[in-house]
């Protein structure tokens, strides 16, 4: 079951937390793996310890001329074909609205919305020229999405944009047997909430009906379930992976 053996897959930004979570289980399950970032020291030491069926791509998402060739460099890299595309790479840059600068908010539309959207146009045209009637596209929105959140005006309207987009590309691919699904974690153990005070992560935990903090394998196993065969007949959804903060 979740068996990717022969697949390939994309995951940016892959130096660490989130991303390299799902890069691990994709090339546990048999995939190769094409992992992309910024930092390619951090991408080189990923691929020496996972060993065969790892390789680099580097990319600067704030870059549009970069995320223009990624799909591209990407297929290359891995072989001459893509499968499973998963977007993880995100910016933020909180501020409240009132003093929110315009780089501020295009900083964040441009890597965490408008590259999803490159990236996404690019590999659905490489899934439908592999006419094998598999294609998997995965979005990392964001609890933020959903609920908003003070001082991330930026941030939630592009994870909120990101589930609109991928439900209208889901229906457009469908019948093509491309996927297009959301996964939407909530707080997860990463570096980032591991700079959290004591006293940060316990009111955080007291707000999550499960009472703690989501693990990267957590996400990284809904990303496995919807890049898997078993999980073919789903599309258009977002997964929520946040302990109950969001019933929807």
Not at 87 to 116: C, H, P, R, Y
């Amino acid at each position: 079951m979740f068996d990717l053996t022969g697949k390939t897959a994309l995951v940016t930004g892959a130096t660490g937390g989130i991303g390299e979570g799902i890069a691990r289980a994709y090339h546990a399950a048999g995939a190769t793996v094409a992992i992309s970032g910024r930092q390619v020291a951090k991408l080189e030491a990923l691929k020496a310890e996972l060993g065969d069926r790892v390789v680099v791509v580097p990319c600067d998402l704030a870059d549009r001329a970069q995320v223009s060739k990624l799909i591209e460099d990407a297929i290359k890299a891995l072989g001459g074909r893509l499968d499973i595309l998963v977007n993880n790479a995100g910016l933020t840059k909180d501020n409240l609205f009132m003093v929110m600068k315009d780089e501020q908010w295009d900083d964040v539309i441009a890597v965490n919305l408008t590259s999803t959207f490159m990236l996404c146009r690019a590999a659905v045209r490489a899934m439908l020229r592999n006419k094998t009637g598999y294609g998997r596209i995965i979005n990392i929105s964001s609890v933020s999405g959903v609920f908003g959140n003070p001082g991330q005006g930026n941030y939630a309207a592009s994870k909120a944009g990101m589930v609109g987009m991928t439900k209208s590309l889901a229906r457009e691919v469908a019948n093509r047997g491309i996927t297009a699904n959301c996964i939407a974690p909530g707080f997860i153990r990463t570096p980032m909430t591991d700079a959290l005070n004591d006293k940060q992560q316990e009111e955080i935990a007291k707000m999550i009906p499960a009472q703690r903090f989501g693990s990267v394998e957590d996400i990284a196993a809904g990303a496995l379930y919807l890049a898997s065969n078993e999980g073919g007949y789903v599309t258009g959804q977002t997964l929520h992976i946040n302990g109950g903060m969001a019933m929807v």
